[in-house]
């Protein structure tokens, strides 16, 4: 496995070098398979990033070849602010005006359970019948060290299957629609994007503490090529940068 830390001094450049990285990956993917399929992450992070790819690459990406999916989602209508679709809708789908058959939701109108079982199914009838594997997976990183909605000790964290599960998650008080950690593991390449002071101790236990899956999640996220996007304050407590 080979990870690369890509550290900045701020957030801004942070954004900017995983834009840029996108886009790279997007015309090389889109020259040797005409498309580039890509799950996004949901939160509050990559907003930013949303919009800096509608604004500095709208013209330099072929976006009629992209196609979208969701590494989590939560358990709201796709209407609700909490909607990590609706996010992307306002700040990357339509502003590009992107097909809608290329944006692949999770139907959460089917409640929990159905909703995992119709997005791995999607997943199936899109890689036709193949084991899934994205181009990019773009993954955030939460405070506990979770990652997706891989929350610490829960059921999700040892299963092996490369699918898409429903949880509750005691924590949130919500059920959440995720991505498992070998379909994540699956993809050609996966970047976190994690920035601010609030986010070291979390990067520290990832990247450099002994292994604990149940506590710290995100050690279950490996791949041929993994890439970090961090700034420095999110890096502060690395030994080896």
């Not at 942070?14 to 040797?32: G, M, N, P």
């Not at 796709?78 to 700040?91: E, F």
């Not at 944006?103 to 997943?123: P, S």
């Not at 710290?216 to 791949?223: M, R």
């Amino acid at each position: 496995m080979a990870v690369k830390l890509n550290i900045y001094k701020t957030d801004t450049e942070v954004l900017a070098s995983l834009a840029k990285y996108f886009a790279d990956l997007a015309k090389k993917a889109i020259e040797v398979n005409d498309r580039f399929t890509v799950a996004l992450s949901g939160g509050s992070s990559p907003k930013k990033l949303h919009e800096l790819l509608v604004s500095e690459y709208r013209d330099t990406i072929d976006w009629d070849k992209v196609y979208f999916f969701f590494g989590d989602e939560r358990d709201v209508p796709l209407t609700d602010s909490q909607s990590n679709y609706l996010m992307a809708k306002q700040t990357l789908f339509d502003p590009l005006e992107i097909d809608p058959s290329h944006v692949f939701a999770v139907q959460t109108n089917l409640g929990a359970e159905e909703a995992a079982k119709a997005y791995t199914l999607n997943l199936i009838n899109f890689f036709d019948g193949h084991n899934a594997c994205f181009d990019l997976v773009i993954l955030g990183l939460g405070d506990n060290s979770h990652t997706a909605s891989l929350f610490p000790h829960t059921s999700v964290l040892t299963d092996e299957s490369a699918s898409i599960q429903a949880l509750y998650i005691d924590e949130v008080k919500m059920n959440r629609i995720t991505f498992t950690a070998p379909l994540i593991n699956n993809a050609h390449h996966i970047a976190f994007l994690v920035y601010g002071a609030g986010k070291a101790e979390a990067v520290k236990h990832i990247l450099e503490d002994k292994k604990n899956i149940q506590e710290y999640p995100a050690q279950l996220i490996k791949g041929n090529d993994l890439q970090w996007f961090l700034d420095e304050p999110a890096a502060s407590k690395l030994e080896k940068k």
